[in-house]
């Protein structure tokens, strides 16, 4: 009923250095994207076609969990492609990288507030020559707890000579998603199920870079990427409202 695939970040996303970075801000200069289905280490379009949850780790450490419906119809073959969906997006804003990314004015106040006015995150957003084009959406919302992340790894993420493949080489994608339609299901049933396994996994989890039904005050609990498999296949074959 479920498949599992595993993809390093290299395996499926791309990134261009662009001259300039958003908004005047000297590291949202990474222009990332999905690789042409062709040009993956994986070519089968169903593998990355939902439904589904992912976990994304880094440095063999889960950080965020995620799912994806794609499109779904009842009897029909799941279509959609969640690396162009979501995965690019992730990227994007955990590495503060991303040159669509743009952050809401209170989570740069409160970022402001966590990492001090020394910070190189801080001074190069308040560095924006148009910070209104900082704050406007592009496609690729920064929430506070993904970006602060990044701050934690400024070392690694914002250096201007970071090699993006060296950083994406540290990201690791594992997608469990139904192959087809389960039988005592319809669309929304499934969509259901899939939602109502996410909030629980989050919630117990509380993943590091994940903002959306995260207790408040609960501490990430450590869980290493060998362990995401199972708990992805356990979630989605609890019945729903099943925590």
Request: net charge neutral; aromatic share 8%.
């Amino acid at each position: 009923m479920c498949d599992m695939a595993t993809f390093n970040a290299n395996d499926v996303l791309s990134v261009m250095q662009m001259p300039q970075g958003r908004a005047g801000v000297q590291f949202l200069n990474w222009k990332i994207t999905a690789k042409p289905l062709k040009n993956r280490v994986i070519t089968s379009p169903e593998i990355t076609a939902g439904a589904g949850l992912y976990g994304l780790c880094f440095d063999d450490q889960l950080i965020y969990v995620g799912s994806y419906l794609g499109n779904i119809k009842s009897g029909a073959n799941f279509s959609g492609d969640v690396v162009s969906a979501r995965w690019w997006t992730h990227i994007g804003a955990i590495t503060a990288r991303g040159n669509c990314l743009h952050i809401a004015p209170s989570s740069l106040n409160a970022l402001r507030k966590k990492l001090g006015l020394d910070h190189e995150m801080i001074t190069g957003f308040l560095a924006a020559s148009d910070p209104s084009l900082l704050h406007k959406d592009s496609g690729n919302l920064g929430p506070l707890r993904r970006l602060f992340f990044g701050a934690l790894h400024h070392d690694v993420f914002l250096p201007h000579d970071a090699d993006p493949v060296d950083v994406l080489s540290r990201f690791t994608f594992m997608y469990v998603r139904y192959d087809s339609m389960p039988k005592e299901m319809n669309t929304q049933s499934l969509k259901s199920r899939i939602e109502d396994a996410e909030k629980a996994l989050i919630k117990k989890l509380a993943p590091i870079c994940n903002t959306k039904h995260v207790p408040r005050g609960q501490q990430a609990i450590e869980i290493r990427s060998s362990d995401v498999e199972s708990l992805l296949r356990i979630a989605l074959a609890m019945p729903e409202g099943e925590a």
